[in-house]
């Protein structure tokens, strides 16, 4: 997903960095361009129902390590919300940006295309620019969660050497 979301943004970025190009000439005579497929699902969405099991049965509570027991809560009860709220965001923001008016989407193709046009719009290239400063804050998002779901794992694997 953070490879998928790294993808986008560079895509987007050199767009846009095509768009600032001084010779338009170059823009007109390149056809079209592949940024993305669309349909596909860019952003996390975690699952807790086990975590919220756990917690309701009080087997959290039973957790002898307290770091631990502090980076389970913390990864389920404040980075998997966050990351849900951010992955919100960063869908609305792509929904913004207005492809279909536009004649960005490809329907035969199934394909979101860039049509070349769009690139000397200054307007769209503005779109793309607010869609890919939040695409990066949700990378940064996405590598903390990373982190922590690691370290998580690690502690777990350790507890259970222990306590099992």
Known sequence: ????????????????????SPNVKTIIENDSMK?????????????????????????????????????????YEHLYVRINYNGEINDNRYEMVDWESRNYIDYTKKELVFDKRGLLDKDFVNQLGFLNRFVRVYIGRC??????????????????????
């Open 1 to 20: 997903m953070i490879d998928i979301q790294n993808s986008r943004f560079n895509a987007i970025k050199d767009l846009i960095d095509f768009s600032n």
């Open 35 to 75: 940024a993305s497929q669309g349909g596909r699902n860019f952003t996390f969405f975690p699952v807790v129902g086990s975590y919220k099991a756990a917690s309701n049965t009080g087997l959290i509570d039973n957790i002898k390590d307290e770091q631990l027991k502090n980076n389970i809560l913390n990864l």
């Open 143 to 164: 590598d903390d969660t990373k982190l922590a779901i690691e370290t998580t794992l690690k502690e777990i694997n350790n507890y259970l050497m222990v306590y099992d």
